[in-house]
């Protein structure tokens, strides 16, 4: 007695989507962890200290995420509105947040209450960031202005009112204490230098700017703003370098990933797209559930985390090698019943003769209703499936058993319209269509008598015809070029070709040549 | 002409075993079954040959039990013979002559002497018309006997042997045929007629197919042609008959069977399911599915543990009590047409070519065995008629066996013909080919020839098809197209390539065209018309340079490729050519006026090696050359062309043919001999200490009958045992209360009659004589071993 033989699903060619290294890395995140936070994600920051907890700014709260936690380790909720752009200290020891009652406060990351309390915006404050010498702290508000604001004393420093539009981005550079950069609703970015009075740099992004980010070289600049992704190059006093335009909503966050070679941009398009920054070309693409409203990398590219507008924090983690082994094992030993353990961790020793068990082949749900020729119910089975080629496999066997007809007889309207919508979604897919013409005969045979009782059936079975004429309209556009290429390699080819293939081959070409005159007339 | 009358053409494996029905023996350890000529022993648990009961001159018709011995059987054949033979030693032990072509045989337990055959009526021994006659075996102590004696039981039966069936304790015989059901009573001697009415849409549709009786009740289970069983009762009276109809199959029922004990009934068909109906609970039934192929006969063993079912596939499968399938008696599966020609594996040397639906078997010319099936198509097979099926059509081995290509195909009415070319890498570890790569649709149109570079560098595949193309397919990192060649749009037919593989020729109708395979260019054209290209072969080894071609106009050519010019040519109408891979000489097979000649030649010396004119009826189409495990060393001129291979070939009727010289015969004979030990016997311990001394005590024995002479009573000290036990060091003899008995019996004077402690039939007898008489205690396992050793080599008791 042999062993039922499962429906054959042939692997086809996959079109366009090419196994490059940049995938292979991208992809091998665990799926992803999800947690609801108050209001939309606004900012999320990583400690540069070691377990790199990090911040996540949502609503009137600021939580601290450890690593793999899934609860706040910490909360900071001295807020008395929406809170900005938390933001940890280079050391990780003070975290820095702005606040829509256009406060400034200083956190100690492991105490409560704010340190410092900075007052003197006028509106909400959105960007907050430390110098690099970590003394000072720089602000933008909505008010119009930048300020630098000095911790030890809670002073305010200096104040820059170049904008003329909200201030929603800037960062500060982390090789010299005095640099940094803002980016405003003016459609400006501006580089400012606190020795100087005055900006020293403008550049126009022409839309009004969301995010900006420095290369860790700090010779070039990266902002975005409206669907445009900007890189300028500082060292040649801020001209810009590439435009990129990958996402087709405001792009909203930037990220850099650990290595540097690879750019990440979120959008609100709920794509968050990674460019190689050498050729600056899209290599991955992930996709989220809502708009992205802020983004982070953990150092190393452990984890990617992203915040939604719909208030759901996403977090990937990096697959280790060795905790999928760890898995595995976990699996393995797992104790279903006190049963099933006995004997399991038994190691055979050297001489032991082997008894194996005959393995209990799984079939799937239409190869157990083919093996029991429940036909019909194998066909409903694949239609319900996802993969068009499980389905048209499926009918393809019936086919070859010959029982395709009464597989696709005696459906009612609802089933016929389905088994319609698939045809209608795969019958010009060049992999199915010498199958599911013939399905498509044998449901015109069948059906022919009940046209004009149902109004949906009628509509699909429309729907239909007409794709079928537009694909074969659309062949014959095809070989008609095929026809004209033929032309052309025909007359390019070395003579001493021609006349090995005699006349015959000649004549076909001039036939061709003919009927290229009369479609170019 | 010259005579060769040492070599013959013999035929040579690959006979059908599901012609009849099977018999298991009543230890249920062999299984026979009639095979052509023959009747084969084969053991049911190690499926192997055991004996090959040879005699018979015709096809062996049918075996049946010896109801007086369970260690013989009859055979019937064609050849108008009945004989008794001892399966376990393959003796032949009678001849019964009857004169008429039997066609099958049926014995009674109440009959005693006295088998009931199939002939045809006798007054006209031409027409289609057979009746059941009873032949009394005359008791007589010759080896042939004439058995005249017969008497007809019934006029007009059906000559299967499945449409008549004995009744309970032999008192009457159902047969069937047509819509007619007929029971004769014996002790009677008054038949009953039942007839069927024809349906009245479908003709005679519900026509008998096959009989079988109830053995402990009156009950008749009649199987019917539109797959309806009919269960017969009350047939005693021509008016009160009843009948009960169940209904399962689909397709016909083709083989009924009742268990020994007449609880279950069994019943297959062409869906290939095993049916166990529970007798008086016919609702309940148990189902065998997925046995391979159309079930033909079915047998029980009678004490009810194994059955075994026949199918069309040439396959008898054991099985447990309806539940497990334990064994798989398999010969050569020979479908209507071998599409993918004969081939030799250049590992296992194995003939491969297509068997089942969709698989490809190796069977070992050697051992005439099947080796394995290899599933290429890996679809469910669905037994039912009328549907197209996935067929293997065309298969090639690379040189030294590494890869498999292969070729299915499948043509459904109205829609486009699939095509899947499989490419198969050779598994060291399992020892098999495993699927590598599948091209689908590697062809628009059907593939007519496909074959591999046998130059060792390369891994190219060359597949030829209608569609007017010649693919090369290249062995890289993976599988690729590398050429795509035509010539002119005509479709080519063969392709060949050189025995180094730096040509390849392709025939495309009636021109050859000559290709390099290195640069892809078409080097020469060659043509002898009139007449389209049948096939193309290049010569080996010192003839490498010829080209041999064969067109339809009845032309044989010989092209010389160093010149590029036609060697010689001849009028034949060769319809095979076949190159030895061993040596240059090619073998061409020549229809002449309905009956095929053959000639063996080398292409450069015009005169041939070997020719036999006659050689079969009918068109040779496949042929090879198997190498030989061991050359030949003939040294007649004629015959050396046989020493290195073997030349097989397949003939209209599928019968697989080789040639066999004399030295070749003298050896298989001598081999035979020396397989004539008796295997039979289980090896335990106790066989390997003490089974070599019975035998030897047989051997006297068996002396002591056949001469009178040597008939005297042996001292004991002359007994090999004793002698054994006397020399031997004492730590490695079995212990004293087991030996003892021995040495009591060797002191008993020993009957020349059936000694006592060979006799199975007397194990009380055996306690006895086991118990050693110094302790009076019973030692159990070594009277456990001692018992079952002797009813394992029990002797026959004729």
Not at chain 1, 332 to 351: C, L
Not at chain 2, 646 to 655: G, I, S
Request: net charge neutral; aromatic share 10%; charged share 20%.
């Amino acid at each position: 007695m042999a062993s039922f033989k499962p429906t054959k699903i042939p692997i086809y060619p996959k079109l366009g989507e090419k196994v490059t290294p940049d995938t292979l890395y991208w992809k091998n995140y665990k799926a992803p962890v999800q947690i609801k936070e108050f209001g939309a994600v606004t900012s999320i920051d990583f400690s540069p200290l070691a377990p790199h907890n990090y911040a996540v700014t949502a609503s009137t709260r600021i939580h601290i995420y450890g690593p793999f936690s899934q609860e706040p380790v910490k909360t900071f909720t001295r807020f008395k509105d929406t809170a900005y752009s938390g933001k940890f200290r280079s050391d990780g020891q003070l975290l820095v947040a702005g606040c829509e009652d256009s406060v400034v406060r200083l956190f100690d990351v492991s105490g409560k209450v704010a340190l410092r309390v900075f007052k003197g915006h006028t509106k909400g404050v959105h960007v907050t960031d430390f110098t690099s010498d970590c003394y000072h702290i720089l602000t933008g508000s909505d008010d119009y202005t930048c300020r630098l604001w000095d911790i030890p004393n809670s002073t305010e420093l200096t104040s820059y009112k170049e904008h003329t539009d909200y201030i929603r981005c800037g960062t500060t550079s982390k090789l010299n204490r005095d640099i940094f950069i803002t980016g405003s609703y003016d459609h400006t970015l501006r580089v400012f230098d606190a020795r100087v009075e005055k900006s020293v740099m403008t550049m126009d992004h022409s839309q009004p700017v969301e995010s900006v980010l420095l290369y860790p070289s700090e010779g070039l600049l990266v902002s975005s703003g409206g669907r445009y992704v900007k890189v300028w190059d500082l060292l040649k006093g801020g001209q810009p370098l590439v435009s990129l335009k990958n996402h087709h909503k405001t792009v909203t966050c930037l990220g850099l990933s650990s290595n540097g070679q690879r750019l990440l941009s979120a959008s609100l398009d709920r794509h968050v797209k990674i460019y190689n920054t050498t050729n600056y070309k899209v290599v991955h693409n992930f996709d989220y559930a809502a708009s992205i409203l802020s983004l982070a990398l953990a150092p190393d590219d452990e984890s990617i985390v992203v915040g939604m507008t719909n208030g759901v924090l996403s977090i990937k983690h990096r697959k280790s090698p060795e905790e999928k082994q760890e898995v595995a094992g976990k699996q393995r030993v797992r104790p279903v019943y006190r049963v099933f353990v006995k004997g399991r961790n038994y190691v055979p020793k050297k001489d032991d003769f082997f008894v194996s068990k005959p393995v209990k082949s799984h079939l799937a749900k239409y190869d157990k209703q083919l093996k029991r020729f429940n036909i019909s119910k194998a066909l409903d089975t694949a239609l319900e499936n996802r993969k068009p080629d499980i389905t048209v496999a499926v009918m393809k066997e019936l086919d070859r058993r010959g029982t395709l007809k009464n597989a696709l007889a005696g459906r009612d309207e609802q089933n016929l319209s389905q088994l319609l919508n698939f045809l209608i979604g795969n019958v010009v897919d060049p992999r199915f269509t010498p199958v599911l013409v013939t399905a498509t005969e044998m449901i015109l045979d069948i059906y022919q008598a009940v046209v004009g009782q149902s109004s949906v059936v009628d509509r699909q079975l429309v729907r239909l015809q007409e794709l079928v004429e537009r694909e074969i309209d659309y062949q014959q556009d095809l070989l008609e070029v095929l026809g004209m290429l033929d032309t052309l390699f025909a007359t390019s080819l070395p003579r001493k070709e021609v006349i090995l293939k005699t006349s015959c081959i000649l004549s076909i070409n001039l036939h061709l040549v003919r009927n290229s005159f009369i479609l170019y007339l | 002409m010259v005579a060769h009358a040492e070599i013959r053409v013999v035929h040579r494996g690959g006979s059908k075993i599901n012609f009849r029905e099977p018999v298991i023996t009543n230890d249920s350890r062999f299984l026979l079954c009639a095979s052509g000529e023959s009747v084969k022993v084969y053991s049911s648990s190690s499926e192997e040959c055991v004996h090959d009961l040879q005699g018979h001159t015709d096809l062996v018709s049918g075996i049946a039990r010896n109801p007086s011995n369970h260690l013989q059987v009859y055979s019937c054949s064609a050849d108008g013979t009945v004989r008794l033979w001892d399966f376990t030693d393959g003796i032949l032990i009678k001849t019964f002559i009857i004169g008429y072509p039997i066609y099958s045989i049926y014995v009674s337990e109440k009959h005693g002497g006295v088998v009931f055959v199939v002939v045809p009526m006798a007054n006209d021994k031409s027409s289609e018309l057979f009746q059941l006659v009873a032949v009394h075996l005359p008791r007589s102590g010759d080896q042939e006997v004439e058995a005249r004696e017969l008497s007809a039981v019934l006029c007009d039966v059906s000559p299967s042997p499945g449409a008549a069936s004995f009744g309970r304790e032999g008192e009457y015989v159902a047969a069937a045929k047509g819509l007619q059901l007929e029971v004769f009573f014996f002790k009677k001697q008054k038949p009953y007629r039942f007839f069927l009415k024809p349906g009245i849409k479908k003709g005679s549709k519900n026509a008998f197919t096959c009989v079988s009786c109830h053995p402990k009740e009156d009950c008749i289970a009649t199987g019917h042609a539109d797959g309806k069983i009919r269960l017969w009762r009350n047939f005693n009276q021509k008016k009160e008959y009843t009948y009960s109809t169940l209904h399962w199959h689909h397709g016909a029922v083709n083989t009924l069977q009742f268990t020994p004990e007449g609880t279950n009934l069994l019943s297959g068909g062409i869906e290939s399911v095993l049916v166990q109906w529970r007798y008086t609970q016919e609702n309940q039934k148990d189902f065998l599915p997925r046995l391979g192929a159309a079930i033909t006969h079915i047998a029980v063993s009678p004490d009810g543990s194994l059955f075994c079912t026949s199918h069309s596939d040439n396959k008898i499968t054991i099985i447990q009590s309806c539940v497990k399938v334990s064994a798989i008696i398999q010969g050569l599966v020979k479908s209507e047409g071998v599409r993918t020609d004969l081939m030799i594996d250049p590992r296992s040397k194995a003939l491969v070519l297509n068997g089942k639906p969709g698989h490809l078997q190796f069977y070992s010319l050697h051992r005439d065995k099947q080796l394995y099936n290899l599933d290429i198509v890996q679809q469910e097979y669905i037994n039912e008629e009328g549907l197209d099926q996935f067929e293997v059509v065309k298969a090639a081995f690379d040189a030294h066996g590494d890869w498999l290509a292969t070729v299915e195909e499948r043509r459904q009415k109205g829609s486009e013909l699939e095509i899947n070319l499989k490419l198969w890498a050779y598994d060291e570890q399992t020892q098999s080919f495993v699927l590598n790569t599948t091209v689908t649709a590697p062809h628009e149109d059907q593939i007519t020839a496909m074959c591999f570079s046998p130059s060792p560098e390369t891994t190219m595949l060359v597949t030829i098809s209608f569609d007017g193309h010649f693919k090369a397919w290249l062995l890289g990192a993976s599988w690729s197209c590398d050429f795509v060649g035509g010539y002119h749009l005509l479709k080519p037919g063969c392709c060949c390539f050189s025995a180094d593989g730096s040509l390849l020729a392709v025939g495309f109708q009636e021109v050859v065209t000559v290709w390099s395979p290195s640069s892809w260019e078409l080097l020469t054209t060659l043509s002898q018309p009139p007449g389209a290209i049948r096939d193309l072969c290049f010569g080996r080894l010192s003839c490498s340079k010829y080209l041999l071609g064969t067109s339809t106009k009845n032309q044989l050519c010989c092209w010389n490729i160093l010149t590029c010019s036609l060697e010689w040519s001849t009028p034949m109408d060769v319809s095979l050519l076949q190159a030895d891979p061993l040596s240059e000489n090619i073998a061409a097979f020549c229809s002449q006026s309905g009956c095929s000649d053959l000639f063996v030649f080398k292409p450069g010396e015009p005169r041939p090696l070997y020719s036999q004119r006659a050689l079969c009826t009918g068109k040779v189409q496949h042929a090879i050359f198997a190498p030989r495990d061991q050359m030949l060393e003939s040294c007649e001129e004629h015959a050396q062309w046989l020493n290195r291979s073997q030349l097989y070939f397949l003939t209209q009727h599928m019968d697989l043919m080789t040639f066999s010289t004399k030295t070749e015969e003298d050896r298989l004979l001598a081999s035979s001999k020396r397989l004539m030990v008796d295997n039979s016997v289980a090896v335990t311990p106790f066989y390997l200490l003490l089974g070599k001394h019975r035998l030897q005590q047989q051997q006297q024995q068996q002396e002591a009958l056949t001469n009178p002479m040597a008939e005297r009573i042996q001292l004991p000290q002359g007994s090999i045992a004793i002698k054994e036990l006397l020399y031997t060091p004492a730590h490695v003899l079995p212990s004293a209360s087991f030996l003892c008995s021995m040495f009591v019996r060797s002191l008993l004077i020993s009957s020349s009659s059936a000694r006592p402690e060979f006799n199975p039939e007397h194990p009380v007898q055996e306690l006895e004589l086991c118990r050693p008489p110094h302790t009076g205690r019973v030692r159990i396992p070594i009277l456990v071993y001692y018992r079952l050793h002797t009813i394992y080599s029990s002797p026959h008791t004729i």
